[in-house]
């Protein structure tokens, strides 16, 4: 397992020296609202677009993982190079997404392989490993870029560097067993009828809240710009106290995962109202360094929603895909409709008074719509 947990630490490295600053970058660069509700999706929707596309490829998790992550490294180079070229920029960073998609469906096989019988913990455990990478990596980026923008560039082209390294690091991973389509030919006709039930109802649930949750973020980024002032300094201090509060929390939140995966689904949500109440009432950034500890709860209960997938599907890889895709129309959907809700309601009114306006809007309906989590069904436990 040496070779998961370096692939996890470097590959995580690698996505927080460039991904949590990209809506900034956009932000501050100048491009407009479009293009940064597309960015604020896309590591959302686009993997679920990949992983749909190769459903039918019979290629091994091994071989998804390797290849999907050698070509967003070389993808992050290029938009490294192409940082200050606006929609190029925006094109390439696309691409990283999705091809970011097949290989995070060739990792999530694994991990579902070598989880099975104890989800929360094991789920957890790699989570954990990749959080150290990635606060590592946003630290050091937040601290050298500062303000100054024009730095940007060098640290997503790294970030290709150590995604590259990193797919290199599972080549001497051996997949013991291949992937199983089905777990057998006689699975009874009630059982894969239950499946279908329970993960069509959860897909609605979870869309439905994607929706939703999405519509807020472009304007995060908008919101640090405009009305915090943040530099890139300030923005990595904010994923940087998620990613130690994610730290601590992670194994425990995983045994709640264990012990009552609803509950962990219908929690995690609720917090999620956290962060845009936050950004609509705060009045500096101290504040929101203090909402950022709530992240630590919210980012680990996202295993339980993997989980489920994994616990309640026949066919785990079409199950997985689905889950992703469905997610990744849903934060489209939302994404663009946040950047056209801002565009209007900013023509009305002051913008930062409009920030504050879409952000408790959304606050509020996250709640309500946290609520479904509690009366979805979750009987068939850790197969």
């Given at each position: 397992?040496?070779?998961?947990?370096?692939?996890?630490?470097?590959?995580?490295?690698?996505?927080?020296?460039?991904?949590?600053?990209?809506?900034?970058?956009?932000?501050?660069?100048?491009?407009?609202?479009?293009?940064?509700?597309?960015?604020?999706?896309?590591?959302?929707?686009?993997?679920?677009?990949?992983?749909?596309?190769?459903?039918?490829?019979?290629?091994?998790?091994?071989?998804?993982?390797?290849?999907?992550?050698?070509?967003?490294?070389?993808?992050?180079?290029?938009?490294?190079?192409?940082?200050?070229?606006?929609?190029?920029?925006?094109?390439?960073?696309?691409?990283?997404?999705?091809?970011?998609?097949?290989?995070?469906?060739?990792?999530?096989?694994?991990?579902?392989?070598?989880?099975?019988?104890?989800?929360?913990?094991?789920?957890?455990?790699?989570?954990?490993?990749?959080?150290?990478?990635?606060?590592?990596?946003?630290?050091?980026?937040?601290?050298?870029?500062?303000?100054?923008?024009?730095?940007?560039?060098?640290?997503?082209?790294?970030?290709?560097?150590?995604?590259?390294?990193?797919?290199?690091?599972?080549?001497s991973y051996k997949h013991e067993e291949e992937y199983r389509e089905t777990e057998t030919t006689s699975t009874s006709t009630t059982r894969i009828a239950s499946s279908i039930n329970a993960?069509?109802?959860?897909?609605?649930?979870?869309?439905?809240?994607?929706?939703?949750?999405?519509?807020?973020?472009?304007?995060?980024?908008?919101?640090?710009?405009?009305?915090?002032?943040?530099?890139?300094?300030?923005?990595?201090?904010?994923?940087?106290?998620?990613?130690?509060?994610?730290?601590?929390?992670?194994?425990?939140?995983?045994?709640?995962?264990?012990?009552?995966?609803?509950?962990?689904?219908?929690?995690?949500?609720?917090?999620?109202?956290?962060?845009?109440?936050?950004?609509?009432?705060s009045s500096n950034v101290y504040e929101l360094y203090l909402i950022q500890l709530v992240a630590g709860y919210t980012n680990s209960a996202v295993i339980a929603y993997t989980a489920y997938?994994?616990?309640?599907?026949?066919?785990?890889?079409?199950?997985?895909?689905?889950?992703?895709?469905?997610?990744?129309?849903?934060?489209?959907?939302?994404?663009?409709?946040?950047?056209a809700l801002y565009t209007y309601i900013s023509t009305l009114e002051d913008p930062v008074s409009s920030i504050d306006t879409l952000m408790l809007a959304i606050g509020i309906i996250r709640?309500?719509?946290?609520?479904?989590?509690?009366?979805?069904?979750?009987?068939?436990?850790?197969?």
């Open positions: 397992m040496k070779n998961l947990k370096i692939y996890s630490i470097l590959n995580n490295l690698a996505n927080g020296l460039g991904n949590p600053f990209v809506g900034f970058f956009a932000v501050s660069s100048g491009l407009s609202i479009h293009f940064v509700s597309l960015i604020s999706s896309a590591s959302t929707a686009l993997p679920g677009v990949s992983q749909i596309a190769i459903l039918k490829l019979k290629s091994n998790p091994k071989a998804l993982a390797i290849m999907g992550t050698l070509f967003s490294g070389i993808l992050w180079i290029l938009a490294g190079i192409a940082a200050t070229l606006g929609p190029l920029f925006v094109g390439l960073y696309l691409t990283t997404q999705l091809t970011a998609g097949i290989a995070s469906l060739g990792w999530t096989l694994i991990l579902e392989k070598i989880s099975r019988g104890k989800r929360g913990m094991e789920l957890a455990r790699y989570s954990f490993y990749a959080n150290i990478g990635s606060l590592t990596a946003t630290l050091l980026t937040g601290y050298v870029v500062g303000k100054n923008l024009n730095n940007m560039g060098y640290f997503f082209i790294a970030s290709g560097a150590l995604m590259i390294l990193s797919s290199l690091s599972l080549l993960l069509r109802t959860f897909y609605l649930v979870n869309a439905s809240y994607m929706v939703v949750m999405s519509l807020a973020w472009p304007l995060f980024p908008i919101a640090q710009v405009y009305k915090f002032k943040m530099g890139a300094a300030e923005v990595g201090l904010l994923t940087v106290i998620a990613g130690v509060s994610t730290l601590i929390l992670q194994r425990i939140v995983g045994v709640l995962v264990d012990f009552n995966r609803k509950i962990a689904m219908f929690s995690g949500r609720l917090l999620l109202a956290v962060f845009p109440l936050g950004y609509a009432l997938v994994m616990d309640h599907s026949i066919d785990k890889r079409k199950a997985l895909s689905l889950y992703s895709f469905f997610n990744g129309v849903a934060t489209v959907i939302g994404s663009v409709a946040g950047g709640i309500l719509l946290s609520i479904p989590y509690l009366y979805i069904k979750d009987t068939a436990r850790y197969r």
